[in-house]
């Protein structure tokens, strides 16, 4: 596929990502196919220490699970509250493991990635509250875990991206104190399928689809995309108070099918007078951060890292 709008760089994370054409009956081969894909991307950074933890939270039998990674090097290093992407439908924290791992150990930061409960199995708020239940637990358990409790970010990739703003919304209401919010190509408006027209041409190069999104938020919303009641905690994008809201960083392809609802958010954020920084990349499409022989994924890789050792340095 050739066309002067994409980074030529970029095209073989095209063949490599295939299509997902949901339905609630592929839902679970499409899930197996996702999760081997995305978790051969990276390679593993040894100099840190990973642990699979299960803590106590509403709805989960044996714990709510989570996989935490450190630093060796490092003594009461801050957190970072990883909420992994697959359009609410999709993941585990598994697929961010190597790019997690490298995280530890390039910022020093301890890293909690948590396995949150997917649609349509378990619609909102159920992810909000096993995401909130996990923020809780490490600012609860952080002398036992030697982390710096005082010090969290909250972040993620696309529908993470989501939860993360969402969770730091939540966090805000309730007097959580929260350091940033990483939010790579997050996934924040239900609306933004239903406004998309099917003849953008842009449209072949949308990894996540209009028809993908659709299918994602009426998983989640446990009803159709677009209706004047969906709340906030749901679709950060509906939110009418921004004021008070943690720092946000907030990178994009603008090739992506979120391009328009992240700027949007940041124009948002600005208007609220919150500390935002929105960088949108030329040539990018969804996940393009996800293809590390690129440049362009290699500096969008390089800005975030430098975002949250921003934050923690706040």
Not at 109 to 136: M, Q, W
Not at 182 to 208: C, E, G, S, V
């Amino acid at each position: 596929m050739s066309d002067p709008r994409i980074d030529p760089e970029l095209l073989p994370l095209l063949a490599i990502v295939p299509p997902f054409e949901f339905t609630l009956a592929k839902l679970p081969e499409i899930r197996r196919v996702q999760n081997e894909t995305f978790t051969k991307l990276g390679t593993p950074t040894p100099a840190v220490m990973a642990e699979e933890l299960h803590i106590p939270a509403d709805g989960h039998e044996k714990g709510l699970r989570i996989l935490s990674y450190r630093p060796t090097a490092v003594k009461n290093p801050p957190v970072y509250l990883h909420l992994h992407g697959g359009g609410y439908v999709l993941g585990t924290p598994d697929m961010s493991d190597a790019r997690n791992r490298m995280i530890a150990e390039r910022i020093g930061c301890a890293i909690y990635s948590v396995d949150y409960r997917l649609a349509p199995e378990t619609a909102f708020p159920g992810a909000l509250h096993d995401n909130l239940a996990a923020l809780k637990w490490v600012i609860a358990h952080a002398g036992d875990q030697g982390v710096d409790a005082s010090r969290i970010v909250i972040g993620g990739e696309s529908a993470g991206g989501g939860h993360a703003a969402a969770l730091a919304i939540l966090a805000r209401d309730k007097g959580i104190p929260i350091a940033g919010q990483l939010l790579i190509y997050p996934m924040l408006d239900d609306r933004t399928a239903l406004k998309h027209p099917r003849n953008d041409p842009a449209r072949p190069f949308h990894i996540w689809s209009a028809e993908d999104n659709v299918f994602g938020w009426e998983c989640y919303l446990g009803s159709a995309p677009g209706q004047a009641d969906i709340p906030a905690l749901a679709a950060p994008a509906r939110l009418e108070d921004f004021a008070e809201l943690p720092p946000a960083w907030i990178g994009v392809g603008a090739l992506d099918l979120f391009c328009d609802e992240n700027i949007e958010y940041a124009r948002r954020l600005i208007a609220a007078d919150v500390a935002v920084e929105l960088n949108v990349f030329p040539g990018g499409f969804h996940g393009f951060a996800l293809y590390p022989p690129a440049s362009a994924a290699q500096r969008f890789e390089a800005m975030y890292l430098s975002a949250l050792k921003r934050f923690f340095e706040r």
